[in-house]
Nanobody, 117 residues
Framework: QVQLVESGGGLVQAGGSLRLSCAAS????????MGWYRQAPGKLRELVAT???????NYADSVKGRFTISRDNADNTLYLQMNSLKPDGPAVYYC???????????WGKGTLVTISS
């Protein structure tokens, strides 16, 4: 199993920046792609960005040019640098890890990000 713990959420003004972290532990050797997802109240969880173990990234159109996903494989940590934040309302940001074996993905419990206008 893989355990994921997010941190770094909080309240920030529109236009500001925030950096999220996700610490992975457990069967980390099995982790392939990792990603950030977010869910606003009353809405479905949506993809924000993903990154393969080799560093290939993918972003939702809504965050391209503003967010940067990165990972430190040696430290087993995933990051999301968020700049030029928009007042989209609160959302919980979740970390997810996929497995080389194709098993079920693991999710963290999330960290709340609130952007004030």
């Amino acid at each position: 199993q893989v355990q994921l713990v997010e941190s770094g959420g909080g309240l920030v003004q529109a236009g500001g920046s925030l950096r999220l972290s996700c610490a992975a532990s457990g069967s980390i050797f099995s982790i392939s792609t990792m990603g950030w997802y977010r869910q606003a109240p009353g809405k479905l969880r949506e993809l924000v960005a993903t990154i393969t173990r080799g560093g290939k990234t993918n972003y939702a159109d809504s965050v391209k040019g503003r967010f940067t996903i990165s990972r430190d494989n040696a430290d087993n940590t995933l990051y999301l640098q968020m700049n030029s934040l928009k007042p989209d309302g609160p959302a919980v940001y979740y970390c997810r890890s996929d497995s080389w074996t194709g098993g079920i993905p693991y999710w963290g419990k999330g960290t709340l990000v609130t952007i004030s206008s």
